[in-house]
Every structure is written in C-alpha cells, then in structure tokens.
C-alpha cells in the first residue's frame, strides 16, 4: 500500500485569511519548477541564485507571507537605537522585477510529497519538481511554563523581526525608573547563539542613558553561551551593577511566567517584573515538521545539497536544519542556500556541481563601536557539515580593532541583504 504523504500545516491559518488569494502563474511547458518556501536569509538568496544562474531555464516562485522582512539579524541595534527600523525592512519587489521569481504572498499549508505539490492558505497548489523549505523557526510548545504564543504581547519574545521587535524596544523605553528587565533565555540549539546577550547588551546601552538605576535579569538554562567572556567583559566596563545572570545552578532553568502579573519565578525567587522578554526553546519551522522531514525539533538535511534525508527532491536550509557544525544564523542559512540552488540547477539542467563548502560570521555589538565576532568555515561530509578551522574576538583588544569589527559588520550587513534580495 502506498502511503500518500499529505499534510497540511493548521496554525497561522486565521492570519493568512486576510490575505488575498494568490495569483499562480502557469509554468512554461517543459521548464522544471522550484518552488521555495521563505522568503528569509535562506529562501530569498536560493530563489535569487536559482533564477539567475539558470538564466531562465527553471521557473521558481518563492512563497512567502510578509510583503516586508525584517531582518532578525541587526534587529537589536534597532532595539539599542543605532539602528532606525526602516534600515532593517526589506522588499522582494526586485527578486520578481530582475528576477523573474513568481513572489506569491500567501502561507503555505500543505506538502503533498507524492503529488510534489504546495498547498496555500489562499486555496491555490503549487506544483513542483524541486521544492526549498526555509521557514526558519517555531517555538516548542510548553517551554517556558505560563507562556504561549497568547501571551506575546505581553511577553515579547522578539525572536521574529518586524512587529515583536517594535514592541519590546517601545517596552524598554518606556520602563519606569528604577525598573526590572527580565529576559527567559532559550536552551540550545537555538536561531543566532550570541543573540540574546547582544540583545542584554542593547537594552543595557538603552537604560544606561535613560533610566541608569534600572536592572537586568538573565534567567538562563545553559552553563555557557556564545562569547561569553566578551560579553562579560563589556557587561562590567559599561553596565557595572545593572546585569545579574542566573545559570542553571543558581535555577536559571527552573522558570515560570506569569504574564498577567508580569512576574516571574526563578527557582521560587519571585520577581516582579517592568519588561519580560521570553525567548523560548526553537524547533523547526512548523511546515517541516507537518511534511514529516523532521526527527525530534529538527529536520535532518545532507551536508552536500542540504537535501532532505528523508524526500531527495527537498531541500531544507537555515535554522530549521540539523545539519551538523553550523550555528543557527542569517550567514550560515545564506551559505546553505547557495550550495543547495547549485544542486538543484545541477539536478534539474545537468550544469556542473561543486564540492559544498561553507562560512559563518557572527558579529555582536556590546556598546558604541565596540564590535567583537566569531565564526568559521565548513566542509560537507557525508555525516554533517563539519567546521574546519575558526575565530573569535580577544578580551582585552583595543577600541580602534573594536570599531573596525563593527565597521565591518555594517558593510557585511549591506553586502548580505543586496545577496539576498537584489
């Protein structure tokens, strides 16, 4: 007996109501179709690198709800106010003008992996001959205990770029004096390891200014994190006394929330809090999981084309993907997906395929023009993408090497965006 593989993805579906039904644009007889699914760091670089490398040989439509992105990466400088939000807004209005990428914005509900059919909110199917997912992240039911997605208003989680990261900047702003920022700091493996602390260090730069007597609490399940010793090191130089992180001996990860209230219990310490900033533990974009290619919270990919293990004619890219060494991040969903539109050109017109390499850089700012970095390059194997060497920022380095960090994050942030969306 033949089992069909359709599924369909229920939440978001009361959002994608109020957009109109999308307007499907009939392939050109004997072209293979890609379709791609998010329209993020991963999903706009494969549609874009996919459409013009095969120079009108493939028809790609990428599917994407938002008519703006915002980037999640360089969000917290908008938080910290080095950034204004427009700097971080996006649009896929020249990936379909230059492009010729059919940019559909509906949510896609449903995989039919035998049909090879997308399914969208807005009732129209999607065909394909190779399909792309890049939904990025969703958060793991019952995580943090008193908190669910009903409670993101009051609880930002600020984790997805756009209308959460207006809402948690405005909170900060508008703590009283004295107050308490609380951040539920999420377990690995998790979108942008350095991320929350980036975060930490923006409101930090915000309050130091404006409300100096104000307190930051970093409720935090893991022993370790992403630059910590850099992090600390800034932490003391230019917030002395304002940040207090609680680890998982201390009951960082013994947490519950209460959003009425605004408070939070810490290991049975009570706190009454002014923002509460929940990141919980991630897992896989929903649509990986409702199409069975996940095992556990993450969608196991090969190295080499970032297919699948489990349908070769998907790939799966960025933050959704168990893959190996990379972290979660906009640099490395970028990377993969230029080794996977590659592939699938390769597998779809027969042009020439090379041997999948990899980078990631993740740059973090902990006060004015004090940039500090870590990344590394990859390899594919046939277990994982394996690193291969690697760096990290020093304590102790001097401001002029600082502010040329950051310099050079701002000039990577122009060169990955222009990467992605034309």
């Not at 293979?32 to 490398?53: E, L, N």
């Not at 004295?178 to 730069?205: D, K, L, W």
């Not at 990631?360 to 004015?368: A, R, Y």
């Not at 023009?369 to 760096?391: H, L, M, N, R, S």
């Amino acid at each position: 007996m033949k089992l069909n593989r359709r599924v369909f993805v229920g939440t978001g579906m009361a959002a994608a109501t109020t957009l109109s039904a999308p307007m499907i644009h009939a392939a050109s007889h004997g072209k293979p179709k890609v379709v791609v699914v998010g329209g993020g760091a991963g999903g706009a670089t494969a549609a874009r690198y996919i459409a013009k490398d095969s120079q009108g040989e493939i028809d790609v439509t990428l599917v994407e709800p938002s008519r703006s992105y915002y980037t999640c990466f360089f969000s917290n400088l908008y938080i910290g106010g080095f950034r204004e939000l427009d700097s971080i807004e996006h649009s896929y209005g020249t990936l379909a003008s230059d492009y010729g990428i059919n940019v559909v914005h509906d949510w896609a509900t449903g995989v039919d992996r035998d049909a090879k059919t997308v399914s969208l909110a807005g009732g129209a199917s999607v065909p394909y001959d190779r399909l792309v997912l890049s939904p990025g992240i969703d958060f793991v039911e019952g995580a943090v205990a008193g908190w669910d997605l009903s409670a993101q208003n009051a609880m930002p989680h600020a984790y997805k770029g756009g209308s959460q990261t207006e809402l948690l900047k405005a909170q900060v702003e508008a703590m009283p004096e004295g107050g308490t920022y609380v951040m539920v700091a999420p377990p690995n493996p998790y979108r942008c390891p350095p991320g929350p602390y980036e975060r930490i260090s923006m409101v930090a730069h915000v309050l130091k200014a404006s409300n100096p007597t104000a307190k930051i609490i970093i409720a935090d399940p893991k022993e370790n994190f992403s630059k910590q010793g850099l992090f600390e090191e800034g932490w003391q130089k230019y917030y002395p006394g304002m940040i207090t992180r609680i680890g998982p001996d201390f009951g960082g990860g013994n947490v519950t929330v209460d959003p009425a209230a605004m408070s939070v219990d810490i290991d049975g310490e009570l706190i009454q809090a002014d923002v509460v900033n929940v990141i919980p533990a991630q897992k896989a974009g929903m649509i990986c999981d409702a199409a069975g290619l996940t095992d556990g919270n993450w969608a196991p990919v090969s190295g080499h084309t970032m297919q699948s293990r489990m349908d070769e004619n998907i790939h799966i890219l960025g933050d959704s993907t168990n893959q190996g060494d990379m972290p979660k991040s906009g640099f490395s969903a970028n990377s993969q997906a230029k080794v996977a539109a590659m592939a699938v050109r390769g597998a779809l017109t027969g042009s020439r395929v090379f041997p999948a390499k990899f980078s990631n850089t993740c740059w973090s700012l902990i006060d004015t023009d004090d940039g500090v970095k870590v990344g590394a390059t990859y390899e594919a194997t046939d277990e994982k993408i394996a690193k291969v060497d690697g760096f990290v920022s020093q304590t102790g380095e001097d401001a002029a090497l600082r502010q040329a960090t950051y310099e050079e994050s701002i000039g990577w942030y122009e060169g990955i965006t222009s990467d992605m969306f034309g």
